[in-house]
């Protein structure tokens, strides 16, 4: 144990023996922050309301706040640059020493409020494009992005695209998301699954790229008798949205639908339609291992079927790896998480669950109080407070290692 380690440990360790006298620091919510606390982070959240963010905020305030002298102060729903740049400022004046974003979509002006106000800053969960990430790469106060290679959205759309297909979907509705405003993610993921259904299909479609993209509820000429796709863009939080939603149900009958977000808010839409076409409508969605999809996969329609058939995406310690680079850099030892001094690009791909059965199992995987997919112990052997020999190497690894027999592996050998 390094002396580092030893003081840090030592300190955390009496605040938890004397919590009762210590003396509050900061407050937010309800929850003091004491004066055990090494370090607090503020997290930016795309939505607070999402289940996603719930999942990981879950995984961070539950599990990693219980395991590390760390607290961590979620902001409200960030929609601009403008908006994150304020809260890093705020977090500032607060105390804070680093930033965790699940937004990340101004990251050239993002990254230089951070530099003026000397906050470390990694991206939790996403990825940026080539071109974004060579504009900030250089700055020190960048440390760098954990998420999905640009192909794992295209391939999640169409693997579930290819499952329903191959169960015998003729008719599928498409929920594209934000994919008609170039949201990367819902793009690729919508293309995934045209690319999907054309192939198990056999269609002709050679103008994918563009149906992708659509604005507006768009019927596709699939050239083929008896097989149908309906897309249907729009952020169901939105007037536009829902409209969009009601006009595409009120089209047709569906064997399918497919999903590039999570459709725990508007599920009823759903349920009312399959109860309409008297006939069980199969749901995929792109999203996450959240508890609420967890409640879905387990309910039952009135065929007996999930309300969810199909789901693929993250699970909340997926957060963990970049947890652990903003901790190396707090604490003095960002070559902990970079060889050349630059931000790094560590990938996760997603999990994915075609049954029930699949589902119970793999999210048991990732809730767990005393196991976890990347558990405390993981994150410390990456630490260089907390293991002398931490690396890039070690941290690169453990990141991405996520998958389901890598995480059984881990889990297995504690």
């Known amino acids: 144990m390094t002396k580092r380690r030893k003081r840090a440990a030592a300190g955390f360790l009496a605040g938890l023996l004397l919590c009762t006298q210590t003396m509050p620091v900061l407050a937010e919510e309800g929850q003091l922050i004491t004066s055990d606390v090494l370090y607090t982070i503020g997290v930016v959240s795309y939505n607070k309301d999402a289940a996603e963010m719930d999942m990981f905020m879950d995984y961070y305030r539950d599990y990693i706040e219980a395991g590390f002298p760390v607290h961590f102060v979620v902001s409200d729903t ?3 640059g403008e908006e994150e740049n304020e809260f890093i400022r705020t977090m500032k004046s607060m105390g804070a020493q680093g930033i965790i974003s699940f937004y990340g979509h101004d990251i050239e002006s993002t990254v230089s409020v951070c530099k003026e106000e000397e906050m470390y800053y990694v991206l939790g969960s996403g990825t940026l494009s080539d071109e974004e990430f060579d504009t900030v790469k250089e700055n020190p106060w960048f440390l760098g992005t954990v998420g999905p290679e640009a192909d794992t959205e295209y391939i999640a759309g169409r693997d579930m695209a ?12 498409l929920i594209t998301g934000g994919a008609g405003i170039n949201n990367f993610m819902h793009l690729e993921r919508t293309r995934g699954f045209l690319e999907g259904l054309t192939e198990v299909w056999g269609l002709a479609l050679d103008n994918i790229e563009e149906l992708a993209s659509q604005s507006e509820v768009t019927p596709v000429d699939t050239g083929k008798a008896g097989y149908s796709i309906t897309l249907c863009p729009g ?3 939105t007037e536009e949205g829902k409209a969009n939603l009601e006009a595409a149900l009120d089209r047709e009958s569906y064997d399918a639908v497919l999903s590039c977000m999570a459709v725990d808010s508007f599920m009823d839409s759903f349920t009312a339609k399959e109860e309409a076409q008297g006939s069980n409508l199969m749901l995929g969605i792109i999203d996450c291992f959240s508890e609420q999809n967890f409640e879905l996969v387990r309910k039952k329609d009135r065929f007996g079927n999930s309300s969810i058939d199909y789901v693929a995406g993250k699970y909340g310690s997926m957060a963990g790896p970049a947890f652990a680079m903003l901790y190396n850099a707090m604490a003095g030892d960002a070559d902990a998480n970079s060889e050349d001094g630059l931000a790094v690009r560590l990938y996760q791909g997603f999990w994915t669950a075609g049954s029930k059965e699949e589902y119970i199992e793999l999210y048991g995987y990732t809730t767990g109080i005393y ?4 558990s405390c112990d993981d994150l410390m052997k990456v630490i260089r407070d907390f293991n002398a020999e931490a690396d890039a190497q070690s941290l690169k690894a453990l990141a991405e290692a996520y998958s389901v027999d890598e995480v059984k592996e881990r889990i297995l050998s504690r």
């Open 371 to 374: 196991e976890n997919a990347y």
């Open 162 to 173: 290819k499952h329903f297909a191959d169960k015998g979907a003729k008719s599928c509705l």
């Open 235 to 237: 952020y169901m939080s």
């Open 78 to 80: 960030v929609t601009s």
